[in-house]
């Protein structure tokens, strides 16, 4: 049974404008808590009892909500391990030494899931799972592709032009082997100049070890001003 989860939450937040100048983005308050706390509320819920957090970003500014709320976390600095490093793939190298090898689960720390979601990850074989959600409007999302047996076949990202009908996009729930940080030690910059976790994930595709998960309920990410009003909208109609 899979125990282990990494929640990315280095980042400073910057299309949060003005509201992250003291604090990351993961500890803005919506409805009375932090969004971390609804984060790790349903990856509690969903059976994760050993939570590696990868802080960075005022990184100080989480002792409070730790000392508040009663998660058990292990809570380790990314620029420590990887110095300057930056980019999706960077927090979950950081963890390498916690996850050990084990398999584990991957999120990031300002998106938001069902707990059912969150279980469907929890696939105990050999393989690397990327989650799905089918959305009519994909636009502004990377797409995944897939063959007649769920086997990941690439990950696009934002094209200019995107196939016709629903599409999968990517939801950074993951689940994922020791072979991870292996294939992270193999990339390199991506054109943003930045470590990404997809092409970690695209190298291992390539060798037919990923599949596909769908999602059943929601992805919800929490990256600007207005999804604030949006997600204290949702949290109250649970």
């Given amino acids: 049974m899979i125990k282990k ?15 992250t100048a003291d604090r990351p983005k993961h500890l803005l308050e919506i409805a009375g808590h932090p969004f971390l706390y609804y984060l790790l509320d349903r990856l509690s819920k969903a059976g994760f009892s050993e939570m590696i957090l990868v802080v960075g970003y005022k990184k100080e500014a989480f002792n409070e909500f730790i000392s508040k709320y009663p998660f058990k976390l292990a809570v380790i600095d990314q620029h420590e391990i990887c110095g300057e490093d930056y980019g999706t793939a960077i927090p979950i190298k950081a963890a390498q030494k916690l996850v050990g090898t084990d398999d584990f689960v991957a999120v990031a720390g300002d998106n938001l899931y069902s707990v059912r979601d969150l279980k469907k990850v929890l696939i105990d074989d050999k393989l690397n799972y990327i989650s799905g959600l089918s959305v009519t409007n994909p636009s502004g999302f990377g797409y995944l592709e897939t063959d007649n047996f769920g086997y990941l076949r690439n990950i696009v990202e934002k094209p200019k032009v995107y196939p016709p009908g629903p ?9 994922f082997t020791p072979e991870i940080f292996e294939s992270i030690g193999r990339i390199g910059l991506s ?15 390539r060798e037919k070890k990923v599949k596909m998960v769908t999602l059943e309920d929601f992805w919800l990410d929490f990256g600007r001003p207005e999804d604030i ?8 109609g649970e």
């Fill in 191 to 205: 054109v943003r100049g930045e470590y990404e976790i997809t092409d970690a994930i695209k190298r291992l595709a």
């Fill in 167 to 175: 599409c999968f996009i990517n939801c950074s729930l993951y689940k």
């Fill in 5 to 19: 989860v990494v929640i990315s939450a280095a980042g400073r937040g910057t299309r949060m404008k003005e509201l």
């Fill in 229 to 236: 009003e949006k997600l204290a909208k949702h949290l109250s």
